[in-house]
């Protein structure tokens, strides 16, 4: 079983970057793969971009490629969010997840431990 912990969530300008991380317990943590999800009032949970186990292989949403990175520190149990020229669209509840296994799965249906979420909010 593993626990996640989001932070670094904030309130920045269009155009602005900000490095969301997220802290996870447990001995198996380089078992699992790693997404992070966003949530925008009134929407669906949809997923950002995925890390698997290894690092190896990455998944990104159309909607940030480009101008997002994920990676992962097996050694610090942490997975981070890089977040380059941010837009109001992005504005949402950031969600990191976790399942045991090595599939870079989009669907959220596929991850079972979720953190409580840090909220980005991007002005325009």
């Known amino acids: 079983q593993v626990q996640l912990v989001e932070s670094g969530g904030g309130l920045v300008q269009a155009g602005d970057s900000l490095r969301l991380s997220c802290a996870a317990s447990?001995?198996?943590?380089?078992?699992?793969?790693l997404g992070w999800f966003r949530q925008a009032p009134g929407k669906e949970r949809e997923v950002v971009c995925v890390i698997t186990w290894s690092g190896t292989t990455t998944y990104y949403a159309d909607s940030v490629k480009g101008r997002f990175t994920i990676s992962r520190d097996n050694a610090k149990n942490t997975v981070y969010l890089q977040m380059n020229s941010l837009k109001p669209e992005d504005t949402a509840v950031y969600y990191c997840?976790?399942?045991?296994?090595?599939?870079?799965?989009?669907?959220?249906?596929?991850?079972?431990?979720w953190g409580q979420g840090t909220q980005v909010t991007v002005s325009s």
């Open positions: 997840a976790a399942y045991w296994g090595g599939q870079a799965y989009s669907s959220r249906h596929y991850y079972d431990y």
């Open positions: 447990g001995r198996t943590f380089s078992s699992y793969t």
